[in-house]
Protein backbone atom coordinates (compact mmCIF):
# COMPACT_ATOMS: atom_id res chain seq x y z
CA UNK A 1 0.00 0.00 0.00
CA UNK A 2 1.39 3.74 -0.83
CA UNK A 3 2.27 6.27 2.21
CA UNK A 4 0.81 9.41 2.33
CA UNK A 5 3.75 11.93 2.50
CA UNK A 6 4.43 15.65 2.37
CA UNK A 7 7.13 15.14 -0.04
CA UNK A 8 7.29 15.21 -3.36
CA UNK A 9 7.09 11.76 -5.39
CA UNK A 10 10.08 10.66 -6.48
CA UNK A 11 8.51 10.14 -9.85
CA UNK A 12 7.75 14.02 -10.11
CA UNK A 13 11.40 15.09 -9.38
CA UNK A 14 13.01 12.81 -11.81
CA UNK A 15 10.91 14.05 -14.49
CA UNK A 16 11.02 17.81 -13.70
CA UNK A 17 14.65 17.27 -13.97
CA UNK A 18 14.65 15.41 -16.96
CA UNK A 19 12.15 18.15 -18.51
CA UNK A 20 15.00 20.95 -17.77
CA UNK A 21 17.54 18.75 -19.13
CA UNK A 22 15.64 18.28 -22.16
CA UNK A 23 15.65 22.15 -22.45
CA UNK A 24 19.27 22.00 -21.69
CA UNK A 25 20.19 20.36 -24.80
CA UNK A 26 18.16 21.39 -27.23
CA UNK A 27 19.24 25.48 -26.42
CA UNK A 28 23.11 24.32 -26.31
CA UNK A 29 23.66 23.48 -22.61
CA UNK A 30 24.77 20.22 -22.56
CA UNK A 31 26.82 20.06 -19.22
CA UNK A 32 24.05 21.51 -16.99
CA UNK A 33 21.82 19.12 -19.41
CA UNK A 34 24.29 15.99 -18.42
CA UNK A 35 23.81 17.68 -14.59
CA UNK A 36 20.30 17.91 -14.54
CA UNK A 37 19.44 14.04 -15.64
CA UNK A 38 22.18 12.78 -12.80
CA UNK A 39 20.72 15.20 -10.37
CA UNK A 40 17.18 13.63 -11.50
CA UNK A 41 18.48 10.28 -10.34
CA UNK A 42 19.97 11.20 -6.91
CA UNK A 43 16.54 13.04 -6.12
CA UNK A 44 14.53 9.85 -7.29
CA UNK A 45 16.62 7.42 -5.07
CA UNK A 46 16.65 9.89 -2.51
CA UNK A 47 13.28 10.54 -2.00
CA UNK A 48 11.96 7.04 -2.71
CA UNK A 49 14.18 5.88 0.49
CA UNK A 50 12.79 8.60 2.65
CA UNK A 51 9.09 8.04 1.82
CA UNK A 52 9.90 3.92 2.25
CA UNK A 53 11.36 4.64 5.70
CA UNK A 54 7.97 7.17 6.37
CA UNK A 55 6.54 3.95 5.19
CA UNK A 56 7.83 2.36 7.95
CA UNK A 57 6.99 4.46 10.29
CA UNK A 58 3.26 4.17 9.77
CA UNK A 59 3.77 0.52 10.15
CA UNK A 60 5.24 1.07 13.60
CA UNK A 61 2.00 2.98 14.55
CA UNK A 62 -0.23 0.39 13.40
CA UNK A 63 1.84 -1.94 15.75
CA UNK A 64 1.48 -0.54 18.81
CA UNK A 65 -2.18 -0.69 18.11
CA UNK A 66 -1.87 -3.61 17.41
CA UNK A 67 0.43 -5.07 20.97
CA UNK A 68 -2.38 -3.57 22.88
CA UNK A 69 -4.88 -5.28 21.22
CA UNK A 70 -3.15 -8.31 21.77
CA UNK A 71 -2.34 -8.25 25.38
CA UNK A 72 -6.10 -7.86 25.85
CA UNK A 73 -7.08 -10.58 23.60
CA UNK A 74 -4.18 -13.15 25.17
CA UNK A 75 -6.02 -12.02 28.52
CA UNK A 76 -9.19 -13.91 27.06
CA UNK A 77 -7.27 -16.35 24.20
CA UNK A 78 -4.26 -17.33 25.34
CA UNK A 79 -2.98 -19.05 22.13
CA UNK A 80 -0.70 -17.66 19.60
CA UNK A 81 -2.99 -17.43 16.48
CA UNK A 82 -6.14 -16.79 18.31
CA UNK A 83 -5.49 -13.90 20.26
CA UNK A 84 -3.40 -12.82 16.91
CA UNK A 85 -6.52 -13.20 14.92
CA UNK A 86 -8.92 -11.74 17.34
CA UNK A 87 -6.42 -8.59 17.76
CA UNK A 88 -5.89 -8.19 13.94
CA UNK A 89 -9.75 -7.25 13.97
CA UNK A 90 -8.89 -3.72 15.49
CA UNK A 91 -6.98 -2.84 12.07
CA UNK A 92 -9.54 -4.31 9.45
CA UNK A 93 -11.49 -1.34 7.78
CA UNK A 94 -8.88 0.88 8.31
CA UNK A 95 -7.81 2.81 5.57
CA UNK A 96 -4.30 3.98 7.25
CA UNK A 97 -1.47 2.59 5.03
CA UNK A 98 0.48 1.18 8.15
CA UNK A 99 -3.03 -0.43 9.55
CA UNK A 100 -3.65 -2.24 6.01
CA UNK A 101 0.08 -2.71 5.60
CA UNK A 102 0.24 -4.71 8.81
CA UNK A 103 -3.18 -6.25 8.24
CA UNK A 104 -2.13 -8.02 5.47
CA UNK A 105 1.16 -9.32 6.61
CA UNK A 106 -0.93 -10.78 9.74
CA UNK A 107 -3.41 -12.81 7.87
CA UNK A 108 -0.85 -13.91 5.76
CA UNK A 109 1.00 -15.39 8.69
CA UNK A 110 -2.25 -16.85 9.66
CA UNK A 111 -2.96 -18.38 6.91
CA UNK A 112 0.42 -19.75 6.23
CA UNK A 113 -0.10 -21.43 9.55
CA UNK A 114 -3.73 -22.57 8.87
CA UNK A 115 -1.60 -24.29 5.86
CA UNK A 116 0.82 -26.43 7.40
CA UNK A 117 3.72 -24.15 8.59
CA UNK A 118 5.87 -24.18 11.66
CA UNK A 119 5.03 -21.04 14.03
CA UNK A 120 8.23 -19.95 13.61
CA UNK A 121 8.47 -19.64 9.98
CA UNK A 122 4.85 -18.01 10.22
CA UNK A 123 6.26 -15.22 12.75
CA UNK A 124 9.31 -15.10 10.84
CA UNK A 125 7.42 -14.40 7.55
CA UNK A 126 5.24 -11.71 8.85
CA UNK A 127 8.75 -9.47 10.57
CA UNK A 128 9.99 -10.34 7.07
CA UNK A 129 7.62 -8.02 5.39
CA UNK A 130 7.22 -5.70 7.85
CA UNK A 131 10.56 -5.23 8.79
CA UNK A 132 9.30 -3.48 11.61
CA UNK A 133 11.88 -3.69 14.89
CA UNK A 134 9.34 -3.80 17.83
CA UNK A 135 6.84 -6.24 15.91
CA UNK A 136 10.35 -8.35 15.76
CA UNK A 137 10.07 -8.11 19.49
CA UNK A 138 6.30 -9.60 19.63
CA UNK A 139 7.35 -12.11 17.18
CA UNK A 140 10.30 -13.00 19.55
CA UNK A 141 7.99 -12.92 22.81
CA UNK A 142 4.99 -14.96 20.93
CA UNK A 143 8.02 -17.90 19.63
CA UNK A 144 8.91 -18.24 23.48
CA UNK A 145 5.60 -18.60 24.88
CA UNK A 146 5.67 -22.39 24.92
CA UNK A 147 8.67 -21.89 27.31
CA UNK A 148 6.62 -19.49 29.52
CA UNK A 149 3.77 -19.25 31.51
CA UNK A 150 0.86 -17.01 31.52
CA UNK A 151 2.06 -14.36 33.59
CA UNK A 152 5.26 -14.37 32.03
CA UNK A 153 3.24 -13.81 28.46
CA UNK A 154 1.44 -11.58 29.84
CA UNK A 155 4.66 -9.34 31.34
CA UNK A 156 7.01 -9.31 28.26
CA UNK A 157 3.64 -8.01 26.32
CA UNK A 158 2.49 -5.09 28.92
CA UNK A 159 6.20 -3.85 28.72
CA UNK A 160 6.45 -4.05 25.03
CA UNK A 161 3.27 -2.02 24.58
CA UNK A 162 4.18 0.33 27.64
CA UNK A 163 7.64 0.63 25.11
CA UNK A 164 5.44 1.71 22.09
CA UNK A 165 3.52 4.23 24.24
CA UNK A 166 6.40 5.70 24.92
CA UNK A 167 7.46 6.10 21.51
CA UNK A 168 4.61 7.49 20.78
CA UNK A 169 4.53 10.43 23.02
CA UNK A 170 8.30 11.14 21.74
CA UNK A 171 7.17 11.00 17.95
CA UNK A 172 4.76 13.58 19.40
CA UNK A 173 7.00 15.63 20.79
CA UNK A 174 9.90 15.44 18.63
CA UNK A 175 7.42 16.26 15.52
CA UNK A 176 6.53 19.64 17.54
CA UNK A 177 10.21 20.58 18.31
CA UNK A 178 11.70 19.75 15.00
CA UNK A 179 8.35 20.97 13.04
CA UNK A 180 9.97 24.69 12.79
CA UNK A 181 13.66 23.28 11.07
CA UNK A 182 12.04 20.95 9.04
CA UNK A 183 9.47 23.37 7.70
CA UNK A 184 12.56 25.69 7.37
CA UNK A 185 14.91 22.88 5.11
CA UNK A 186 12.12 22.00 3.08
CA UNK A 187 11.70 25.48 1.85
CA UNK A 188 15.32 26.06 1.40
CA UNK A 189 15.38 22.87 -0.66
CA UNK A 190 12.19 24.64 -2.75
CA UNK A 191 13.94 27.63 -3.64
CA UNK A 192 16.90 25.87 -4.57
CA UNK A 193 15.01 23.99 -7.07
CA UNK A 194 13.13 27.34 -8.24
CA UNK A 195 16.25 29.55 -8.35
CA UNK A 196 17.24 26.24 -10.70
CA UNK A 197 14.40 25.94 -12.98
CA UNK A 198 14.54 29.82 -13.86
CA UNK A 199 18.21 29.95 -14.22
CA UNK A 200 17.49 27.22 -17.27
CA UNK A 201 13.92 28.76 -18.41
CA UNK A 202 14.52 32.42 -18.13
CA UNK A 203 15.92 33.57 -21.11
CA UNK A 204 18.28 36.01 -19.84
CA UNK A 205 19.86 33.59 -17.29
CA UNK A 206 20.16 30.93 -19.92
CA UNK A 207 21.94 33.11 -22.25
CA UNK A 208 24.46 33.61 -19.92
CA UNK A 209 25.10 30.10 -18.60
CA UNK A 210 24.55 28.24 -22.15
CA UNK A 211 27.14 31.25 -23.51
CA UNK A 212 30.51 29.31 -21.81
CA UNK A 213 31.04 26.09 -20.21
CA UNK A 214 32.88 28.04 -17.17
CA UNK A 215 29.41 29.87 -16.71
CA UNK A 216 27.38 26.03 -16.62
CA UNK A 217 30.04 24.81 -14.57
CA UNK A 218 29.21 28.03 -12.33
CA UNK A 219 25.66 27.22 -12.19
CA UNK A 220 26.28 23.06 -11.69
CA UNK A 221 28.79 24.08 -8.41
CA UNK A 222 26.44 26.23 -6.91
CA UNK A 223 23.64 24.04 -7.02
CA UNK A 224 25.38 20.83 -5.86
CA UNK A 225 26.61 23.57 -2.77
CA UNK A 226 23.33 24.38 -1.98
CA UNK A 227 21.12 21.37 -2.65
CA UNK A 228 24.19 18.99 -0.76
CA UNK A 229 23.88 21.71 2.08
CA UNK A 230 20.22 21.20 2.61
CA UNK A 231 20.22 17.44 2.20
CA UNK A 232 22.87 17.05 4.66
CA UNK A 233 20.71 18.91 7.38
CA UNK A 234 17.75 17.39 6.21
CA UNK A 235 19.62 13.68 6.94
CA UNK A 236 20.77 15.32 10.47
CA UNK A 237 17.70 15.82 11.70
CA UNK A 238 16.47 12.40 10.12
CA UNK A 239 19.03 11.11 12.77
CA UNK A 240 17.89 12.68 15.52
CA UNK A 241 14.34 11.39 14.93
CA UNK A 242 15.26 8.26 14.39
CA UNK A 243 17.79 8.03 17.65
CA UNK A 244 14.39 9.68 19.46
CA UNK A 245 12.10 7.15 18.55
Known amino acids: AGVKTNSLPSWLALALAWVLALKAFVTGGSLIGAYLIG ?25 GEFVAAYYSAHLVIPTIFGARDEASKTLAGSKHPGHIQLQ ?3 RRALDAFNAGKMTEE ?6 AETRDPYLGQLAFILRH ?12 LRDLSERLDQRARLKDKSRVALALVNGTVRF ?9 ALAVL ?18 MIGATVALGGSWYFEEQLAQIRERVL
Open 39 to 63: VGLVLFTYLSRRNSAGGRETITDAV
Open 104 to 106: AAV
Open 202 to 219: VPFWWNYYAGAFSHQAIL
Open 122 to 127: ALSQMV
Open 145 to 156: ASESNQKEILGA
Open 188 to 196: LQAANGVVI
